[in-house]
C-alpha cells in the first residue's frame, strides 16, 4: 500500500477517454476474428476434408472485425471525419498505429479468403478455393496480431493497471481471441469429430488463459496496483471474465471431452459462457485501468523507483 | 439556437475572439462538428472580416461553442 | 540581471510592431530554430499569483474553466486540461520551518505545472496519425489540423498533462508558445513570471543555471532543494530522457503530484507484442495437433 503524499486526492494521471463498451467491444471483435483466421487456416491446412466446414465458417467469422471494427473504432474518434488520418503514418512505437495497419493487412486478406470462398460455395467455382488457401496463411498471420496487438496498445501507455503485466496481459488476450473464435465455430459445428477438436482448442487456449491470469495478478501484487481491482471492474475481471468465462467453460469443457458424444449440452454452454468471457475480459481490464489511473495512490505507487524496469 | 454578429479579432488554433459591435469580446470555439474547419479562421481574422455565427454556451466553461461561421454584410 | 545592451534601444514607447528577437531582452536568450528550449521552473520562487495561467489563456485564447471552488487552498485550477495549459499547485504544510509565521504560512509550497516537453515524449510516441510532434525548438506539439480526437495520448502521458476537449474534438496541452517562439518571443507565462520562478532558455544553459541554483540554497541551508527532470534526476527516469520543461522541488515529488520515477511507455510495445504472438503461436501448434488427432 502507498503510504505516501497525494495532492488533494487528485488524480496524478488521466484515464483514456476511450468509450470502454465501443473499444473493447472492437478488442472483442479482433480477437474473435484473428482467432477465426488463425483455427481455419490450421483446420485447412491439417484436415482439409474432415473440417471443411469449420474452416468456411471461419473463413467467414473472421470477417467480424473487417466489417464492423472500423465502424466501432471511428464512432470512438472525437473528430470522425478526420479517421483517414490513421493512414498517414506508419510508427513502431504506437501500437495503435501498428494495429490500423494490421487491422487493414487483415482486412485484405479475410476479405479475400472469404469472397473466395463466398464464389466457391454459391457459384460452384473450383479455382477460388485455391485463392482462399493462398490468403489464408497471410491472414492467419495478421489474425495473430490483430488478436494480441491489443494488449499491447493498452500495455503501451502509463495506465498503471496496463503498464504493470505486458507480457501476460498479451498472452491473455491472445489466448482468450483463439478460445473465442473455438467456442464461436464449435457451436456451428455439425461433425462430432470437428466439434472436439475445436473444444480441445478451446480446452488448451484457457488454460493457458488462466495461466496468465494469475501470472498478471503477480504482478500486479508485485507493483502494487492490485488495488485497482477493489472496484466494480474489477469484481467483473474476478467473477465474470475469469471465474465465469474462462474458469468455468474449462471446466465445462473437459467434462465434455470425457463424456464423449453424448455431451453436446455442455459443450453449447461452455462456447457461450467463453464468448461472454472473452468479451468482458476486455471491458474490465479497460474499467479496471481507468480506475487505476484515476486513483493517486495507485499510479503514485506504481511510479515509485522499485517499478522501474531493470537495465 | 441563437446567434450574433461581430469581427474575427485573434484566432488561436480552432479558438477565436469575436468582437461585437459594442466592443465586447466573446471567447469562441469551434464545435467538433461545426460547418468550419479551424484553418478558415485565420483569414478571416487577416481580413478582420464580419461574421455572423450559431452558438450555444457549454456548461461550467466561459466562452461559446460555435456551430456555425458565415461572413456578414 | 543585467540590462540587456539592446534594451537601450528601445527606450521609446511607440513601437510599430514586436521588437525582433524581443526574448533577448525579456529572457537573454535568442530563439533560433534547431536548438533545444524550456522550461526551468524554480518552485522556492513561486508565490502563487497565477500570472502564469492567466497569461498563458490569454495569449492561447483558452476559456476559463471548471468554474467554482475547490476548497483545496488557494488552487481552483485543479489540474492541467485541454483549457488550462499553466496550474500553479498550492500544498499548505505545517511546522516545517522554526520561526515567528503564523502556521501553515511557514510552509507553503506553490508550483506552476506545465507539459514536460519530455525528450522521449510518450504522448508523441503514441499518436498514431503523426499529429503531435516535435518542433525545431525541440517541443512537443498537437497538430491541430492533424488531430483526429483518437485520445490515445491521453492514457500514454505519465504525468497526466494531455487532455481532450469534448467541445472542439481535439487534444490539446502546452505548446510552448510555438507561436510566439517562432516570433522570437519569450513563451507568455515564463515572461509574464514576476518573480522568475518560471525561467525560459536554452536547455543546456538553463540546466546548468538550476545546478548553481540548487548549489546556492543548500549553502544557504535548504539542504531538501533538488532537481526534477535533469538527466538522472527523479522524472527523468524510464528511458524518459530529460524533460524539457523541469523543476526545483523541496519536497518529494508526489507532494506536488509528480510521479518519482516515470518511465517510457514505448518500450513495453515489443515485449508485449511478442509475448502474445508467442502464446498465439504455441496455441496453433496445439490447434495443429488437435485436428491430426484420430
Redo the contacts between chains.
Keep these: 500500500m502507498y503510504q ?5 486526492g ?9 468509450n470502454n463498451w465501443v473499444v473493447g467491444g472492437y478488442v472483442f471483435l479482433a480477437g474473435l476474428s484473428g482467432g477465426a483466421a ?2 481455419s487456416a ?2 485447412d ?3 482439409p476434408i474432415g ?1 471443411a466446414g469449420a474452416v468456411r465458417r471461419g473463413r467467414y467469422l473472421a470477417m467480424l472485425a473487417p466489417l464492423v471494427g472500423p465502424l466501432l473504432l471511428i464512432e ?5 471525419s ?2 483517414y ?2 493512414l ?2 506508419a ?8 494495429g ?1 495497419w494490421i487491422l487493414m493487412a487483415f482486412s485484405a486478406f479475410a476479405g479475400l479468403g472469404a469472397a473466395a470462398q463466398f464464389a466457391s460455395d454459391r457459384l460452384g467455382w473450383l479455382w477460388p478455393r485455391r485463392a482462399a488457401r493462398a490468403t489464408q496463411v497471410p491472414a ?1 498471420v495478421a489474425g ?2 490483430l ?3 491489443t ?3 493498452f ?5 498503471p493497471l ?2 504493470a503485466a ?6 491473455r ?3 482468450s ?2 478460445a473465442a473464435a ?1 467456442a464461436a465455430l464449435s457451436l456451428a459445428e455439425r461433425s462430432a469429430r470437428t466439434r472436439r ?2 473444444d ?2 478451446t480446452v ?2 484457457l488454460a ?1 488463459e488462466l495461466a ?1 491470469t494469475e501470472a498478471s495478478h503477480r504482478s500486479y501484487r508485485r507493483a502494487g496496483v492490485d488495488g485497482a481491482l477493489d472496484g466494480a471492474w474489477g469484481q467483473v475481471e474476478k467473477i465474470g471474465a475469469t471465474g465465469l468465462g474462462a474458469a468455468l467453460p474449462l471446466g465445462l469443457l473437459v467434462a465434455s471431452l470425457a463424456l464423449g458424444r453424448r455431451a453436446g449440452r455442455l459443450s453449447q454452454a461452455a462456447s457461450l459462457a467463453t464468448l461472454a468471457g472473452s468479451a468482458l475480459l476486455r471491458m474490465s481490464i479497460m474499467g479496471a ?1 481507468d480506475d487505476s ?1 484515476r486513483r ?1 495512490e495507485i ?2 505507487r506504481f ?3 522499485d ?3 531493470r537495465v | 439556437m441563437r446567434s450574433m454578429e461581430g469581427i474575427v479579432t485573434i484566432v488561436q488554433e480552432g479558438r477565436f475572439q469575436l468582437t461585437d459591435d459594442v466592443g465586447v469580446s466573446h471567447l469562441c470555439i469551434l464545435d467538433r462538428n461545426a460547418a468550419a474547419e479551424p484553418g478558415q479562421l485565420a483569414p478571416l481574422q487577416r481580413r478582420q472580416a464580419r461574421v455572423r455565427v450559431r452558438y450555444t454556451r457549454p456548461r461550467n466553461l466561459i466562452g461559446f461553442l460555435i456551430h456555425s461561421v458565415a461572413l456578414a454584410g | 540581471m543585467d540590462m540587456h545592451p539592446r534594451a537601450l534601444e528601445q527606450s521609446n514607447s511607440q513601437f510599430g510592431g514586436p521588437i525582433p528577437n524581443e526574448s533577448e531582452l525579456t529572457a537573454g536568450v535568442r530563439i533560433e530554430p534547431g536548438k533545444s528550449y524550456g522550461f526551468f521552473t524554480d518552485t522556492t520562487l513561486c508565490i502563487g499569483c497565477k500570472a502564469c495561467e492567466v497569461a498563458c489563456k490569454e495569449w492561447n485564447n483558452l476559456p476559463a474553466d471548471n468554474l467554482g471552488l475547490t476548497g483545496q487552498s488557494y488552487d481552483n485550477t485543479g489540474a492541467l486540461s485541454a483549457n488550462t495549459w499553466r496550474h500553479v499547485n498550492f500544498i499548505e504544510k505545517a511546522g516545517v520551518r522554526e520561526n515567528d509565521l503564523a502556521p501553515f504560512q511557514s510552509g507553503w509550497l506553490m508550483m506552476s505545472d506545465v507539459c514536460k516537453h519530455c525528450h522521449n515524449a510518450p504522448c508523441l510516441e503514441a499518436c498514431p496519425t503523426g499529429a503531435l510532434f516535435k518542433t525545431e525548438f525541440d517541443t512537443v506539439v498537437v497538430q491541430q489540423d492533424i488531430c483526429n480526437g483518437c485520445g490515445y495520448c491521453v492514457p500514454a502521458c505519465p504525468f497526466g498533462v494531455v487532455d481532450l476537449s469534448d467541445l472542439d474534438g481535439k487534444a490539446h496541452k502546452c505548446t510552448l508558445c510555438y507561436d510566439r517562439l517562432k516570433g522570437g518571443l519569450e513563451p507568455a507565462c515564463a515572461k509574464s513570471c514576476p518573480t522568475d520562478s518560471i525561467q525560459f532558455g536554452e536547455i543546456g544553459e538553463l540546466q546548468q543555471r538550476a545546478r548553481e541554483r540548487v548549489g546556492e540554497l543548500h549553502r544557504l541551508g535548504a539542504e531538501e532543494a533538488y532537481l526534477y527532470g535533469t538527466p538522472g534526476a527523479p522524472g527523468a527516469t524510464g528511458d524518459l530522457g530529460h524533460l524539457n520543461a523541469f523543476f526545483l522541488l523541496t519536497d518529494r515529488p508526489e507532494t506536488y503530484n509528480l510521479p518519482a520515477a516515470p518511465t517510457r511507455a514505448s518500450n513495453r510495445v515489443v515485449p508485449s507484442l511478442f509475448s502474445g504472438l508467442a502464446a498465439v503461436a504455441g496455441l496453433a501448434l496445439a490447434a495443429a495437433a488437435m485436428f491430426a488427432r484420430r
Excluded: C, E, H
Aim: net charge positive; charged share 10%.
Design positions: 505516501g503524499p497525494t495532492y488533494y487528485r488524480a496524478q494521471l488521466k484515464p483514456s477517454p476511450f488463425l483455427i490450421i483446420a491446412a491439417v484436415r473440417a470512438d474518434l472525437r473528430t470522425p478526420r479517421f488520418n490513421m498517414r503514418v510508427k513502431g512505437t504506437s501500437p495503435m498505429s501498428i490500423t492467419a495473430a496480431g488478436a494480441t496487438y494488449a499491447g496498445l500495455a503501451a501507455t502509463s495506465t496496463w503498464a505486458p507480457q501476460s496481459l498479451a498472452v488476450f491472445g489466448a481471441s483463439v473455438g477438436a475445436l480441445a482448442i488448451a487456449a493457458t496468465a485501468g489511473a493517486p499510479s503514485l511510479s515509485q523507483p517499478n522501474l524496469p
